[in-house]
């Protein structure tokens, strides 16, 4: 479910724009969102292997629109993931690893670091 949805229809949850404003400013809270992100991200790959692999009806017209049907889903669900948490729980930083994501390009005898 969607946080929007989740902060609706629960009445004692504040609205989903508290909590993303919450989630903006303390630090903690955006770590912990950013880690369920990614596990939403995972159950949400797991959703798309599991709709690719469920029988087709046996009625070759009904067969043809469950296939775009799930191809939308399933594309719907990508964008999604790739978009929101591309990395998963691959996204973990690997202990010891703090040196900044930067190009080094070279030509001649110039050299450019770009950050």
């Not at 004692?12 to 993303?20: A, G, I, K, M, N």
């Not at 404003?21 to 992100?37: F, L, P, S, T, V």
Request: net charge negative; hydrophobic share 35%.
């Amino acid at each position: 479910m969607s946080l929007a949805r989740i902060c609706r229809e629960d009445k004692e949850l504040p609205s989903d724009r508290t909590v993303l404003r919450h989630i903006q400013e303390n630090d903690g809270a955006y770590e912990a969102y950013r880690k369920a992100q990614a596990i939403r991200a995972e159950r949400l790959r797991d959703e798309i292997i599991d709709l690719i692999e469920l029988p087709l009806p046996d009625d070759p017209k009904m067969a043809s629109a469950e296939v775009n049907r799930r191809r939308l889903e399933a594309d719907y669900k990508d964008k999604f993931i790739r978009q929101v948490a591309s990395n998963g729980l691959r996204a973990r930083k690997d202990e010891g690893d703090d040196t900044p994501n930067a190009i080094t390009l070279s030509w001649g005898n110039g050299t450019v670091e770009v950050s």
